[in-house]
T-cell receptor, first 110, second 109 residues
């Protein structure tokens, strides 16, 4: 069964450092999404991506965040200068209709 | 006001019980998703509904578009059903999904 993969599973970083979270969506999907879940809170939308550009972004997705699809398979989320409050589980999803979620990357900012 | 609400917030059941989790939403939607999140954090899509009812194994999901309400039922509950169940609304196809707060279910043997 096709699946969305994410790496790393856990990333620990110092405040102010840049991190890049990696996702490999399902190969024939065209729509990609990043969500995050702060511990104990509900899942929040960050950004959606279609046709090599951002189709929608939330208020959370400020200038510190960027997304790229550097090649035909990877979809990355970059946080330029991490803050303590960026600590969360980050989920990548792909699909159209039924959504397929990756297992998540737990980001811990110290 | 949250666009997607769920009840109850927490639910404890004895193994074998019939379980219902409710979801109400305030936005117009093209689809309503039910998702499962296990303690490890991963999210699995259970159902995507736009009308009526769907069944998969012991899980049944229903939606009433006019009332903006959906329910997830679990028949003959089992401890392995213990997880957080999340309702999420999607306004248009391929749009982002708006997550509800989740219902934490614990099934006791």
């Amino acid at each position: 069964e096709p699946e969305v993969t994410q790496t790393p599973s856990h990333q620990v970083t110092q405040m102010g450092q840049e991190v890049i979270l990696h996702c490999v969506p399902i190969s024939n999907h065209l729509y990609f999404y990043w969500y995050r879940q702060i511990l104990g809170q509900k899942v929040e939308f960050l950004v959606s991506f279609y046709n090599n550009e951002i189709s929608e972004k939330s208020e959370i997705f400020d200038d510190q965040f960027s997304v790229e699809r550097p090649d035909g398979s990877n979809f990355t989320l970059k946080i330029r200068s991490t803050k303590l409050e960026d600590s969360a589980m980050y989920f990548c999803a792909s699909g159209g209709g039924v959504l397929f979620f990756g297992p998540g990357t737990r980001l811990t900012v110290l | 006001k949250n666009e997607v609400e769920q009840s109850p917030q927490n639910l404890t059941a004895q193994e074998g019980e019939f379980i219902t989790i409710n979801c109400s939403y305030s936005v117009g939607i093209s689809a309503l998703h039910w998702l499962q999140q296990h303690p490890g954090g991963g999210i699995v899509s259970l159902f995507m509904l736009s009308s009526g009812k769907k069944k998969h194994g012991r899980l049944i999901a229903t939606i009433n578009i006019q009332e903006k309400h959906s329910s997830l039922h679990i028949t003959a509950s089992h401890p392995r059903d213990s997880a957080v169940y999340i309702c999420a609304a999607q306004k248009t196809s391929y749009d982002k999904v708006i997550f509800g707060p989740g219902t934490s279910l614990s099934v006791i043997p």
